[in-house]
């Protein structure tokens, strides 16, 4: 089960130091078998740069409720 979907607003958690929630991004790639852990990919919004991490590495945003997930973007767009 994946801890993110694309789409997803996260923020940095953090390798080892405190973590910057006011570094928001959206998950733009969720890649898995190249890994031992699923491997999602990041837009930074204020860096405007992309990096990829595992999910011990980025939270989702606050405020951001789970059930407003839409899983599949297809459909209505």
Known sequence: MLDFVKGDLVYFVGYEGPSDSNELGVVIDVRVGESHFPLYEVHWFKKQLSSTHT???IGLAPGTDL???VNDRGEGD
Request: hydrophobic fraction near 15%.
């Open 55 to 57: 999910a011990t590495h």
């Open 67 to 69: 059930k407003d997930r």
